[in-house]
């Protein structure tokens, strides 16, 4: 079973609210990311990291930020959501040893 | 950035029929992940592949990479319909050793497995 976890898990909120979603792994793993899935759709990349302090943008363009002040949390921000935000946001991280990827449960959010 | 080719986009089988899934890139790939999941729900790793000519199973499933790392297969012998779902390919956009860095994942493909 994977420890890797986020919050929340469903989340409708009006345009322009701020918002961020949490994901903390506790496998101690240095590379996670992001993903943006819409329904029945393909994953895009938004963000990733290769540990603390480092950042990069995926391929899709996104209007969210990161930042991973410690290994485990690697949360992502919405300053001004929109309703073009609404999808699922997929958190994961790599176990380097064995190359496994680790999925969260997802969150997905509905922008009023 | 990595572009990984998935065919067929969508398959329906009747149950106990074998069925292969490919996943093609331009580009070597360092690092190819085979993932299923359910409508609405995470992903559920199936297997991971590195070297060419690699060939992995597990249970009725079996994915293999090809010897230029150009192209990874993903057969399910005698499906149920348990194996339905969305089979996703990702791979790694560079050479990183262990791990990866920007893990991108192609289009999907929808199997639907009629009982």
């Known amino acids: 079973e994977a420890d890797i976890y986020q919050t929340p898990r469903y989340l409708v909120i009006g345009t322009g609210k701020k918002i961020t979603l949490e994901c903390s792994q506790t496998?101690?793993?240095?590379?996670m990311y992001w993903y943006q899935q819409d329904p029945g759709m393909e994953l895009h990349l938004i963000h990733y990291?290769?540990?603390?302090?480092?950042?990069e943008k995926g391929d899709l363009s996104s209007e969210s930020t990161v930042s991973r002040i410690r290994t485990e949390h690697f949360p992502l921000t919405l300053e001004s959501a929109r309703p073009s935000h609404t999808s699922q946001y997929l958190c994961?991280?790599?176990?380097?040893?064995?190359?496994?990827?680790?999925f969260g449960e997802g969150s997905r959010l509905t922008v009023l | 950035s990595q572009e990984l080719e998935q065919s067929p986009q969508s398959l329906i089988v009747q149950e106990g029929k074998n069925l292969t899934i490919n996943c093609t890139s331009s580009?070597?790939?360092?690092?190819l992940y085979w993932y299923k999941q359910k409508y609405g729900e995470g992903l559920i790793f199936l297997m991971m592949l590195q070297k060419g000519g690699e060939e992995k199973s597990h249970e009725k499933i079996t994915a293999k990479l090809d010897e230029k790392k150009q192209q990874s297969s993903l057969h399910i012998t005698a499906s149920q319909p348990s194996h339905a779902g969305i089979y996703l390919c990702g791979a790694d956009s560079a050479y990183s050793g262990a791990g990866s860095y920007q893990l991108t994942f192609g289009k999907g493909t929808k199997l639907s497995v009629i009982p």
């Open positions: 994961a991280s790599i176990d380097r040893g064995t190359g496994e990827l680790f």
């Open positions: 580009k070597t790939l360092y690092g």
């Open positions: 496998m101690g793993h240095d590379k």
């Open positions: 990291s290769y540990g603390v302090n480092s950042t």
